[in-house]
């Protein structure tokens, strides 16, 4: 696909969009896989491109990929076939609370934002080079 195909299929997305949100849809599905176009940019096997629009396999490359303005939008759906629920779990780690969970997760909002907290201390304190028994305070605290 040329840079010209790939603007042309992004604006057809773009429209579709607003026009199932003017339709009243409550939410919409972008489906990546099995073959789609979409699936092309996504796997390794079909993305074989080396410029701007190859594959994002790291996770944590979207952010600063995004942030550079080098893409309005990165897939990464590699982390969603092991956890589908990725998306949430990273949202809680960079500490980003405006994220509607299910309702069926919600306890485990909480416990991940508890693991997610108990984690960054565990390294600070490791950090620290405190003794044994002022990391173990720290904990029981």
């Known amino acids: ?25 409550d939410w919409l599905e972008l489906h990546a896989a099995h073959g789609y176009l979409l699936s092309s940019f996504i796997s390794p096997i079909t993305n074989r491109r080396s410029d701007a629009v190859g594959a994002i396999f790291e996770a944590d490359n979207v952010n600063t990929i995004i942030a550079a303005g080098r893409a309005d939008l990165c897939a990464v759906a590699r982390m969603h076939l092991v956890n589908p629920a990725w998306t949430l779990l990273e949202a809680a780690k960079i500490g980003y609370k405006n994220v509607t969970w299910p309702k069926q997760y919600i306890s485990a909002k909480v416990q991940i934002e508890r693991n997610i907290e108990r984690e960054k201390q565990m390294i600070a304190t490791a950090k620290s080079s405190l003794s044994y028994e002022q990391i173990t305070a720290a904990f029981d605290a």
């Not at 010209?4 to 009243?24: H, L, P, S, W």
């Open 1 to 25: 696909m040329t840079r010209g195909d790939m603007d042309r299929v992004k604006q057809d997305f773009i429209n579709a969009t607003k026009a199932a949100e003017i339709a009243g849809f």
